[in-house]
């Protein structure tokens, strides 16, 4: 049996972390670098930087903050935002990323998750596909652009052919509970791990260790839990949510 995942997320902006609710209200929230080093600490499993700074020069931010966080982890951590190209991906990973995630440049141009994967393998390409649940549509669609275009494809259609094209891992973030605290949202992360054959990271909700209880176990069964700003700002700790998740039985490192 595969061991669950615990991973805290890093939302970095102008190169420092930040966090909001539903993608929006952002609020400082530490030094990237002197974080990862405390969640590694920590005994987190993997991390996942994610630039969120739309400029060029946010970018060129980011691969700097790539190389100095490096040096310091020992677990794997994935970067995602700004790559659109199969030279973007060589770029990050061989600033010392494990993995890149890409969203919307995945969307716009498929072929990068088909040539990236085959360059680099699949287990380097994760997919992060921010769901929103569309009244209009009566399912859960793909938006773009931090959480800003609704796009044509329903989540479970999207997993599904993202990973045909080579994606090794779904990231997938509720937008209606992100920064909510409200719970991670068990309908769409079980469809989609349903629907796929690879890892899926269930985000967006977390408040407490329950709720890391209720997605990694059970008829969801995700393959790994994200968070952000119950871990940044103290309201737990990973090295807790660990602790409750094995005093349940949950096969974790």
Not at 58 to 63: D, E, I, L, Q, W
Not at 150 to 155: E, N, R
Not at 161 to 170: F, M, N, V
Request: glycine share 10%; proline share 2%; aromatic share 6%.
């Amino acid at each position: 049996m595969l061991t669950k995942r615990i991973i805290p997320c890093l939302d970095v902006k102008d190169g420092r972390v930040v966090k909001g609710i539903q993608f929006v209200g952002l609020r400082d929230a530490g030094d990237p670098v002197a974080l990862a080093k405390y969640y590694d600490e920590q005994g987190a499993d993997e991390l996942v930087f994610l630039d969120i700074s739309a400029s060029h020069e946010g970018r060129a931010t980011m691969v700097e903050v790539v190389k100095q966080t490096a040096k310091t982890l020992t677990i794997p951590f994935t970067v995602g935002g700004g790559i659109r190209t199969v030279d973007d991906i060589e770029r990050i990973l061989r600033a010392g990323a494990d993995k890149v995630s890409m969203n919307t440049a995945a969307l716009d141009n498929p072929n990068v998750i088909k040539d990236g994967a085959e360059k680099f393998g699949n287990q380097c390409i994760v997919i992060a596909i921010d769901a929103k649940y569309s009244e209009d549509d009566q399912t859960w669609m793909v938006y773009t652009h931090g959480g800003r275009n609704k796009t044509q494809w329903a989540v479970v259609d999207w997993a599904i052919e993202a990973t045909k094209l080579g994606a090794g891992e779904i990231l997938l973030t509720s937008m209606n509970r992100d920064g909510e605290k409200s719970g991670f949202d068990l309908h769409v992360t079980k469809a989609v791990r349903e629907a796929v054959n690879v890892p899926v990271i269930a985000s967006g909700g977390a408040g407490n260790a329950q709720d890391f209880y209720d997605v990694l176990t059970g008829e969801v069964d995700a393959d790994a839990a994200l968070a952000a700003s119950i871990f940044h700002y103290k309201e737990t700790s990973v090295r807790e949510v660990k602790q409750f998740l094995r005093d349940k039985g949950v096969n974790i490192r």
